[in-house]
Every structure is written in structure tokens, then in C-alpha cells.
Antibody, heavy 118, light 106 residues
Framework: QVQLQESGPGLVKPSETLSLTCTVSGGSINSYYWSWIRQPPGKGLEWIGYIHYSGTTKYNPSLKSRVTISVDTSKNQFSLKLSSVTAADTAVYYC????????????WGQGTLVSVSS | SYDLTQPPSVSVSPGQTASITCSGDKLGDKYTYWYQQKPGQSPVLVIYEDNKRPSGIPERFSGSNSGNTATLTISGTQVMDEADYYCQAWDSSTGVFGTGTKVTVL
């Protein structure tokens, strides 16, 4: 059974960079696409972007200028960096596996709350 | 940008049928996916590729997609089905989620 676990700071200061890592267990990160999704408190889901194990990436146009997603196949991990954060970036951040190209999100992490505050 | 619009809320009595719509331009030309999210939990896939149920999802969940509207139907709704539901599609390899619908069973 594939499991995903997000890790990283729960508090980030405004204008700084948010950094999160997703560790995949129970399966290889090779093959499949891997995605980041976020959900502000009390609001809906927002897709941030995905990465293929080969390194190919695609980002939400609304966040593209601030987002970088990378992969470390040796550690079975992929990571998210979001720069120049503001309070509007406060959200629960989920990592998820994409079941195929342009397919469904079939495995999700438990999510981690990241607050942006000084 | 591509938008998917859902009704904010749907109310249904136990045992009755709940229908949740998801509207987007030419949505019927794309696959639609549906997720259920209960408070404090991660979303769970309930329908993929318009009308397929993942293993472990009850038969009372079904889906359809045509024209500009996809629909998630819950037949014989149970109290345990009370949750937020999100549709999702891909537009030019960009992931898009619907606005979400809160289903209340009362």
C-alpha cells in the first residue's frame, strides 16, 4: 500500500520561502506523476503542480512564478518550494500521487498545515 | 483559466438520491474525477474517468458526464455520506478542482 507523508515547517514568515517534502513509502517514486495540492482553512482545493519522476514539471499558472517542484528518486521523495509567501498562502498542503498522465489523484498524504505569519 | 462550478450545498434525506453537478466549458470532452472529503481528513477518490468506481467505493456512488456538465449521484444516501465533494478535471495538463459542494444528510 502506497503511503505519502508531508514534512516541513508549520510556520513561515511573510516574504520567505515555504519548503515541504513528501516521502513515498510502500512503492517506488519511479513511474507516475506526483503532485502538490493545497486547501486554505475553510476553503476548497487548489492544484499547485506536478512532477514526473523523470523531472518533467507542470505548474498552476496562478502560482507558476513562485513555485518549484523537484524530485529525489534516491530518497523516494519529492519537494515543494513556494517563494515570497503571504498570509494568503496559509493552507493545508497535501502531496498526492497521480494515477497516470492527466489522471486521478489516487493516493494522498495526510496533509500538513503551514501558516504564514510574522 | 478553466473553471469548474459546483453548487455550494446539497441537502438530502437518508435513503434518498443526492445529485451534485459540476459545470465547465466542454467538460464532456474531458474525464471528470470526484473526491469526497470529510472534516479533518484527506480527500478520497470516489469516481474516476467520469463513471468508474475505485475498489472499496460503494455501488451507490455513480457518475456521468456530457456536454458542459458532469454529475455525481449518490443513491440511497447514508448519513456517512455527509461530506464535501469536489470534481476535478485536467485542462491543457493543468489540474483544476471544482468549487466544492457540501452534502448534508438530514
Amino acid at each position: 500500500q502506497v503511503q505519502l507523508q508531508e514534512s516541513g515547517p508549520g510556520l513561515v514568515k511573510p516574504s520567505e520561502t515555504l519548503s515541504l517534502t513528501c516521502t513515498v513509502s510502500g512503492g517506488s517514486i519511479n513511474s507516475y506523476y506526483w503532485s502538490w495540492i493545497r486547501q486554505p482553512p475553510g476553503k476548497g482545493l487548489e492544484w499547485i503542480g506536478y512532477i514526473h519522476y523523470s523531472g518533467t514539471t507542470k505548474y498552476n499558472p496562478s502560482l507558476k512564478s513562485r513555485v518549484t517542484i523537484s524530485v529525489d528518486t534516491s530518497k523516494n521523495q519529492f519537494s515543494l518550494k513556494l517563494s515570497s509567501v503571504t498570509a494568503a498562502d496559509t493552507a493545508v498542503y497535501y502531496c498526492a500521487r497521480v494515477g497516470g498522465y492527466n489522471s486521478h489523484f489516487d493516493y494522498w498524504g495526510q496533509g500538513t498545515l503551514v501558516s504564514v505569519s510574522s | 483559466s478553466y473553471d469548474l462550478t459546483q453548487p455550494p450545498s446539497v441537502s438530502v434525506s437518508p435513503g434518498q438520491t443526492a445529485s451534485i453537478t459540476c459545470s465547465g466549458d466542454k467538460l464532456g470532452d474531458k474525464y471528470t474525477y470526484w473526491y469526497q472529503q470529510k472534516p479533518g481528513q484527506s480527500p478520497v477518490l470516489v469516481i474516476y474517468e467520469d463513471n468508474k468506481r475505485p475498489s472499496g467505493i460503494p455501488e451507490r456512488f455513480s457518475g456521468s458526464n456530457s456536454g458542459n456538465t458532469a454529475t455525481l449521484t449518490i443513491s440511497g444516501t447514508q448519513v456517512m455520506d455527509e461530506a464535501d465533494y469536489y470534481c476535478q478535471a485536467w485542462d491543457s495538463s493543468t489540474g483544476v478542482f471544482g468549487t466544492g459542494t457540501k452534502v448534508t444528510v438530514l
